[in-house]
C-alpha cells in the first residue's frame, strides 16, 4: 500500500539548535515534494518545493533534500528560533494532486 | 480575493443532518482540493477539480459525500446523513495551474463536529 511516513509525531529542540525532519514513502513515484508548515487552527502554508532531479534546495534558514533511491526526504531547519514552533508537512505529487504525511510536530525553546 | 476563503468556519450538526461547506479559491485558479483532517493526522485527499471538470473523487468516504464546482470557482463540498466519524477539519486548497508542481493554497478550513 501506498504511505508517507514522517519520522516523529514531535520533536523539541533547543533554540539555535538545527532541525532535521524526515520523510519517507513507500509506493510513490512522485515528480516533486513539497513541505509546508501548519499552525493551530489554520491551513498549512507552502514552503519548499523541490523536484526529482534535484538533491537540494535552500531557501534563508531552510534546506530540503530529496533522494529518489532512498525514497526520502530530508528537512531541515537551521539556527531555530521559537517561532520555527509548528507542524511540518510533507506532501507528494501524485496524479496531479498532492498526499500529505501526518506531519511533525517541531517545538522550539527558548 | 486575496486567499481562499472557507464557510462557515465551525459547524456543529445533529448526526443524520445534511450540510454543505464552501469554498472560494483565489480568483483565476484552475485547480481545487478538498482534504479531510483529523485531529493530530496530516490532510487526506478527498476531491480534485480542475476548472469545473471533478478529475479524482478516490478520496471521498462514502456515496454520502458529494462536491461540485458548476462554474470552475466556487465549490460545495456536501455531506448528507452525517455521523460522528465525519467529524473533522475540511480544508479546501486551489493552484494556478491544472500542474502537478504547483504549490497549493489552503484556506483555513470547516471545523465540522457531528454531535
Known amino acids: 500500500s501506498q504511505k508517507i511516513e514522517q519520522n516523529s509525531e514531535a520533536l523539541n529542540i533547543q533554540e539555535g539548535k538545527t532541525a532535521t525532519l524526515t520523510c519517507n514513502y513507500t509506493n510513490y513515484s512522485p515528480a516533486y515534494l513539497q513541505w509546508y508548515r501548519q499552525d493551530p487552527g489554520r491551513g498549512p502554508v507552502f514552503l519548499l518545493l523541490i523536484r526529482e532531479n534535484e538533491k537540494e534546495k535552500r531557501k534563508e534558514r531552510l534546506k530540503v533534500t530529496f533522494d529518489t533511491t532512498l525514497k526520502q526526504s530530508l528537512f531541515h531547519i537551521t539556527a531555530s528560533q521559537p517561532a520555527d514552533s509548528a507542524t511540518y508537512l510533507c506532501a507528494l505529487d501524485h496524479n496531479n494532486d498532492m498526499r500529505f504525511g501526518a506531519g511533525t510536530r517541531l517545538t522550539v525553546k527558548p | 480575493g486575496a486567499g481562499v476563503s472557507q464557510s462557515p468556519r465551525y459547524k456543529v450538526a445533529k448526526r443524520g443532518q445534511d450540510v454543505a461547506l464552501r469554498c472560494d479559491p483565489i480568483s483565476g485558479h484552475v485547480s481545487l482540493f478538498w482534504y479531510q483532517q483529523a485531529l493530530g493526522q496530516g490532510p487526506e485527499f478527498l476531491t480534485y477539480f480542475q476548472n469545473e471538470a471533478q478529475l479524482d473523487k478516490s478520496g471521498l468516504p462514502s456515496d454520502r459525500f458529494f462536491a461540485e464546482r458548476p462554474e470552475g470557482s466556487v465549490s460545495t463540498l456536501k455531506i448528507q446523513r452525517t455521523q460522528k466519524e465525519d467529524s473533522a477539519v475540511y480544508l479546501c486548497?486551489?493552484?494556478?495551474?491544472?500542474?502537478?508542481?504547483?504549490?497549493?493554497?489552503f484556506g483555513s478550513g470547516t471545523q465540522l463536529s457531528v454531535l
Open positions: 486548497a486551489s493552484s494556478s495551474s491544472g500542474l502537478s508542481n504547483e504549490k497549493l493554497f
